[in-house]
């Protein structure tokens, strides 16, 4: 690991340094010992969110912009952030919760210095994407848990957390706990999972209990198997009920089914081809009924604790594709 990024690692456990021996970090104050491997500092075991690690080996390339042609991540990075690619140049930026890093590449094409990190073993798939920006010292990951982030806090230009404090299982701990990265006059970059009328899926609400019954490869045969039934009628009904209108309503109704029907409107605009779409979606349905954790709030609850936050003001807070998104910037 370079100097720079050393410095910023500190013990979870005590806050003392650490000295990095090649296979495990270790402690100078309280002794403890953290391994390395595949070349990743392990400071959590991964196994509350086995899940995670499950869906982003399966299904490692499908969200990639780089893999599928498409620049839904990038697009949502900077709708949700209301920021300029330029504005992430050269910036030092901590990022908790990358699955797979669909947002870590978007980060690194923008030019920043990133530390990736994720509490599953998803957070081998992001390193091996990313070799090229590992080896340059660019991207340094670490499989860690925001509850307990080995990191110096107020350290980062730039925390971004998206689609991940609705799985932590207390979002809104998780929520101060990045907060507590953010360096004078940086910001936090977050989103959650809504609960309103308009977002309400009540059926994914519904299966939850069963699903969390089964394994997680035991509920992955399940969503195959429920998108391969249902895609080619829900393809066929969405295509033929574009336009305005009841249409309007009664794709709201098929949007709700109980798989991910979001990779088949992107098919239906031309923007993926099928073969993506559908294991898209199969991704999506089981990200919907696997998680061990999937706390939504209301868009009022998401406004207070992004104002309670200290020493930070607003710069965005608003509804957007996942939920609400929200950026908040540390007073300088
Ligand atoms: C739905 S995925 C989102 C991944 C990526 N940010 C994206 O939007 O595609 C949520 C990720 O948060 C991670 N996660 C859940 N709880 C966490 C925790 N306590 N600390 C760090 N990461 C956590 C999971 O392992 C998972 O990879
Ligand atoms: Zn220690």
């Known amino acids: 690991m370079d100097n720079e990024n050393l410095q910023l690692l500190i013990c979870p456990a005590c806050g003392g340094d650490l000295i990095d021996s090649a296979v495990y970090y270790s402690c100078c104050r309280c002794s403890s010992i953290y391994p390395v ?11 509350t969110h086995d899940n995670f690690a499950i869906q982003w080996k ?3 390339d499908v969200q990639l912009d780089s893999k599928n042609g498409t620049t839904c991540s990038r697009d949502r990075l900077l709708d949700q952030s209301e920021m300029l690619p330029e504005e992430f140049k050269g910036k030092n930026v901590l990022e908790v919760g990358c699955g797979a890093g669909r947002f870590t590449e978007v980060l690194l094409s923008f030019g920043a210095k990133v530390i990736s990190v994720d509490y599953s073993a998803a957070v081998e798939v992001c390193a091996e994407f990313n ?36 799985h932590t299982g207390n979002a809104k701990k998780a929520l101060q706990c990045l907060w507590e990265y953010v360096r004078p ?50 393809h066929f009904l969405l295509s033929r009920f574009q336009g305005q209108g009841f249409k309007k309503y009664f794709r709201f109704i098929i949007n709700r089914s109980l798989n991910s029907t979001f990779p088949l409107n992107l098919e239906i605009e031309g923007k993926l081809d099928a073969d993506t779409a559908y294991r898209w979606s199969v991704l999506d349905t089981f990200d919907m009924w696997a998680p061990k954790y999937d706390e939504p709030a209301a868009f009022s609850v998401w406004k207070k604790d992004l104002f309670n936050l200290p020493d930070g003001y607003v710069v965005v807070c608003k509804g957007c594709g ?3 998104a929200g950026v908040i910037k540390r007073k300088a």
Do not use: W
């Open 58 to 60: 399966k299904f490692a």
């Open 131 to 166: 070799q090229s920006f590992r080896r340059k010292g660019q991207l340094f990951n670490t499989q860690a848990d925001v509850f307990s982030l080995p990191f110096k806090k107020r350290s980062f230009d730039i925390v971004v957390g998206l689609g991940m404090l609705q």
């Open 322 to 324: 996942q939920g609400n």
């Open 37 to 47: 491997r595949g070349g990743i500092a392990r400071f959590s075991s991964g196994a």
């Open 185 to 234: 006059g940086g910001v936090l970059l977050v989103d959650r999972y809504q609960i309103s009328l308009r977002s309400a899926h009540i059926l994914k609400y519904c299966i939850r209990p069963f699903s969390r019954l089964f394994s997680p490869l035991a509920t992955l045969k399940m969503a195959e198997v429920v998108c391969a039934f249902s895609i080619p009628v829900q």
